[in-house]
């Protein structure tokens, strides 16, 4: 399997179906793409259709966005809860997520190298904060539904949204937050990204 993929300190969308092949321990490989830059939609374009990132590339499957790549993945591996209820929620906490949030991307952009404490707050900002801390107290630990699935690779890169802008969790979602990050798969991502040598200044966005 190939994984394109873009920067790992500003795509958030990536990150997603890696962490999940990564916890799986699925070999593949990956290309990463500078995004944003003279050249880089080409380069997205000769694998995949949309021209945008991530786009996971086995045999003659292509599969490109993020959640898509998640489910062609849960086919084959227990990526969602085997209860039909937990099911449910599970497939509504992704969706949500996919076509939700847009007040906390547009002013709390995933950005692992810098800190942005108490950046962003607007009070749409704000309510959807509450709605994940409603949502990441309900984890059944470690993880949402008990074992790691495709929900936590859709919500982990909040968790990094919350670690750059400083978010204070009470206990319970902080415990939530903490083992997605204990996990060693995103350390790896948060590295590789924290020692990227590219910027996107529009994504930088407090400076
Ligand atoms: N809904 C898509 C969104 C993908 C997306 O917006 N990717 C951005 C990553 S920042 C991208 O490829 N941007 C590069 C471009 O548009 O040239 C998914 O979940 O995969």
Redesign the pocket.
Known sequence: MLLVI?NKN??S??LRPWLALKVLGLPFEERRVS??VPG??EK?LEHSPS????CLVDGKNVVW???AILEYLAERHPLWPADASERARARSLAAEM?SGFPNLRQHMSMNIRRRYPGKGRTPEVEAEIRRLVEIFSAAKAPFLFGAFGVVDAMYAPVVLRFRTYEVALPPAPRRYADAVLALPALQEWMEAGANEAEAIPQFDLYG
């Open positions: 873009g500003y795509s969308w990536s995004l944003y880089s939609k997205i021209g945008k990132v991530p966005d993020s959640l996919h």
